[in-house]
Each structure stands twice: as C-alpha cells, then as structure tokens.
T-cell receptor, first 114, second 110 residues
Framework: DTGVSQDPRHKITKRGQNVTFRCDPI?????LYWYRQTLGQGPEFLTY????????KSRLLSDRFSAERPKGSFSTLEIQRTEQGDSAMYLC????????????FGQGTRLTVV | DAKTTQPNSMESNEEEPVHLPCNHS???????IHWYRQLPSQGPEYVIH???SNVNNRMASLAIAEDRKSSTLILHRATLRDAAVYYC???????????FGKGTKLTVNP
C-alpha cells in the first residue's frame, strides 16, 4: 500500500491555460475526494466520487472545473482558463466505504497561476 | 454544517502531554467528532474520531464532554513530529465531506 498518489506535485501555469491533475487512490478504496487549500486556511471540499459516479459537487466547483473518475480507479481534476485565484494546493483523498470515517490524503498538487 | 471553535495556536514542550480543546456547541445527535492533523507540506492525516464515549488509539485520546458540546484531543507525550495544525471536525454520519476550519497550530519545543 503506497498511499494516495498525486501528480504533479507542483504546477506553474500562465493565466488562461488549462491544467489537469491526477490522483491515484489507495487500491480498493471506492470513495475519492478532491479538496482545495489556500494559504492559512483549512482544506475546502470540492467533490467526491463513489466508484465512477460523481455524487456531490461543492458550489466552489465552478464551470471551469471538471473532475472524472472513468473506471472507478484514478481520478483527474481539470481546470480550464486558469485564473490567479485558482492558485492553491489541490488535495485528493480516498476511503473505504465500509470504514466510511477515515480518509487518507495525498500530498497534494500545488498550483501557481502567474 | 455545524461549526467548531479552536484556539489558533498552542505550545507544548517535548515529552509533555498536550490537551487541544474544541468547542462545538451546535453539535447534533448524528455528528461524529473527527480530528485530523496536517504536518508542514503534507496532506491532512486522520488522528481519531468519536461519537459519545472517550476513545483511545495509538496516536491519541479523545475526551468528549457529557453534553457533547466540547471535546479535547490528548497527546500523551508530545514529540517534535507532533508539530502540526490540528483540525477538529464535525461530520454527520450520512455526510461524505469533511468541513475543515482553520485548526490549532501546535508548536512543540525541544
């Protein structure tokens, strides 16, 4: 068990560009979550999947954001037409349905929009 | 989402116990109390959770007030590796999301 893996760890992009992040959850974890964290704040929930179904999306997830988990394994988070306000740490977490309580987080992808 | 209130920061000395308080006066009957911590440059890490009774695990103990309006995370012997931001979170049994506040930044002095 190698834990939740996120790629890339860091991304610098120019305003207006599209970016995509990948998350590989712990194998056999059927629930996957995306959070965003800005400096000095706690993580904010963005969305979650149960297997391949996206079951909840935060109002923070604007139309420029899209997340997928096509085969119920890894997930991608895409941000289109990035803005400076998108600069943050994007965290992925996974959990087992049966446990339901303990989420395992990855180390995150730090996005800087210049 | 029910809210929690935590001190912004606390300090402790190495090898001493640490008591991290959390107030949650609007807690509902189905809210579980969760604690996560976040070390520098890391994602959050689960510490412990409970509903009504006090809980112990290898990392910490959770003491829950009888009226459930407050709780305390207890680190029995703080180490330098325990320096982190500690988040107290109320999570409804049927909810999938964790609602983080700003947490308590714990500094451990050698």
């Amino acid at each position: 068990d190698t834990g939740v893996s996120q790629d890339p760890r860091h991304k610098i992009t120019k305003r207006g560009q599209n970016v995509t992040f990948r998350c590989d959850p712990i194998s056999e974890h059927n629930r996957l979550y995306w959070y965003r964290q800005t400096l000095g704040q706690g993580p904010e929930f963005l969305t979650y999947f149960q297997n391949e179904a996206q079951l909840e999306k935060s109002r923070l997830l604007s139309d420029r954001f899209s997340a997928e988990r096509p085969k119920g394994s890894f997930s991608t988070l895409e941000i289109q037409r990035t803005e400076q306000g998108d600069s943050a740490m994007y965290l992925c977490a996974s959990s087992l349905r049966d446990r339901g309580t303990e989420a395992f987080f990855g180390q995150g992808t730090r996005l800087t929009v210049v | 989402d029910a809210k929690t209130t935590q001190p912004n920061s606390m300090e402790s000395n190495e090898e001493e116990p640490v008591h991290l308080p959390c107030n949650h006066s609007t807690i509902s009957g189905t809210d579980y109390i969760h604690w996560y911590r976040q070390l520098p440059s890391q994602g959050p890490e689960y510490v412990i959770h409970g509903l009504t009774s006090n809980v112990n695990n290898r990392m910490a103990s959770l003491a829950i007030a009888e009226d459930r309006k407050s709780s305390t995370l207890i680190l029995h012997r703080a180490t330098l590796r325990d320096a982190a931001v500690y988040y107290c979170i109320l999570r409804d049994y049927g909810s999938e999301k964790l609602v983080f506040g700003k947490g308590t930044k714990l500094t451990v002095n050698p």
